[in-house]
Antibody, heavy 120, light 110 residues
Framework: EAELVESGGGLVQPGGSLRLSCTAT????????MHWVRQAPGKGLVWVSR????????TYADSVGGRFTVSRDNDRNTVYLQMNSLRAEDTAVYYC?????????????WGQGTMVTVSS | QSALTQPPSASGSPGQSVTISCTGT?????????VSWYQQHPGKAPKLLIY???KRPSGVPDRFSGSKSGNTASLTVSGLQAEDEADYYC??????????FGTGTKVSVL
């Protein structure tokens, strides 16, 4: 069964950086747009970023633009989220998700999530 | 990029139906037939239930159905079962603004 596996989360101080990874297993990421979505503890889903198949088109939520960078390495079957200048309000579970079909906003496969905690 | 509006909670007895609304704007829900719905159980990743307003991925029971009128989309869960107790989120494609999710609805099976 196709899966996405995130890694790289952890505890970081305000102003610090983290890089999250999302690796696909049992399918090739190459043909898919990929997104990052986050969920603060006890809160709802919030869209963060997306990247197209060749990595040339990237979009960000206003709340992370200028601080986060999404990228991909199709040869490694992995998508990344570089997070800089982290703030307490960035604390959340971060999910990567795949757009699997004709609906550009429908995510058919999600990773298990990786927790990012920003605190001193 | 404001969140789509959903009721905080909904409930029904086993076998009954519950409908959840999702209100956006002409820049998201009303502008495209790209509304999706997700089910999330505690501590789990979301699961896609509906895409393109009313289409179900393989494996999703036909008890789940979607519709849209103007800027408001709806998810109906018919024949409620205990395992349907979960949080439900709508999502909409928003073109250059990416994607926007709803505020979430907690469904309780009484």
């Amino acid at each position: 069964e196709a899966e996405l596996v995130e890694s790289g989360g952890g505890l970081v101080q305000p102003g610090g950086s983290l890089r999250l990874s999302c690796t696909a297993t049992r399918f090739s990421l190459r043909a898919y747009w990929m997104h990052w979505v986050r969920q603060a503890p006890g809160k709802g889903l919030v869209w963060v970023s997306r990247i197209n198949t060749d990595g040339r088109t990237r979009t960000y939520a206003d709340s992370v633009g200028g601080r986060f960078t999404v990228s991909r390495d199709n040869d490694r079957n992995t998508v990344y989220l570089q997070m800089n200048s982290l703030r307490a309000e960035d604390t959340a579970v971060y999910y990567c998700a795949r757009v699997g079909g004709s609906d550009p906003g429908a995510f058919d496969i999600w990773g298990q999530g990786t927790m990012v905690t920003v605190s001193s | 990029q404001s969140a789509l509006t959903q009721p905080p909670s909904a409930s029904g007895s086993p076998g009954q139906s519950v409908t959840i609304s999702c209100t956006g704007t002409s820049s998201d829900v009303g502008g495209y037939n790209y509304v999706s719905w997700y089910q999330q159980h505690p501590g789990k990743a979301p699961k896609l239930l509906i895409y393109e307003v009313n289409k179900r991925p393989s494996g999703v029971p036909d008890r789940f159905s979607g519709s849209k009128s103007g800027n408001t989309a709806s998810l109906t869960v018919s024949g409620l079962q205990a395992e349907d107790e979960a949080d439900y989120y709508c999502g909409s494609y928003a073109a250059i603004n990416g994607e926007v999710f709803g505020t979430g609805t907690k469904v309780s099976v009484l």
